[in-house]
């Protein structure tokens, strides 16, 4: 019984952890558009929902096209967090873990015992 509960709690653990890494690389491949001195002072970033909002109007506007954005040091550029937004993401992330592990478990545990 024990041992069980246990078990569970482990893979809750890394169902959550999984789920924190998904959205931490969401945050870190994705990049914000700019092309004036107002958009630089907004910079939305998250995906597949933007939960950050960055002021990077330290940077000068780039002439002509619009350049892409990465997430800035928070020390650097002042951060603004949705947490709603970030429910959400995490949320998403979360079912996408948790689905995949379903399926990758039902998958191993069929080729085990087919053996």
Request: charged share 15%; hydrophobic share 50%.
């Amino acid at each position: 019984m024990v041992r069980n509960s246990i078990r569970l709690a482990g893979r809750v653990l890394a169902v959550l952890t999984l789920a924190g890494v998904l959205l931490v690389l969401g945050l870190f491949l994705d990049h914000g558009r700019a092309s004036t001195a107002a958009e630089l002072r907004d910079v939305h970033l998250g995906l597949p929902f933007d939960w950050i909002r960055q002021d990077q109007s330290w940077m000068d506007p780039p002439e002509g096209q619009a350049s892409g954005l990465r997430f800035g040091l928070p020390q650097e550029n002042p951060t603004r967090i949705s947490a709603g937004m970030l429910a959400l993401d995490l949320a998403l992330d979360l079912a996408l873990v948790s689905s995949a592990v379903a399926v990758v478990g039902v998958g191993v545990h069929r080729f085990l015992f087919r053996l």
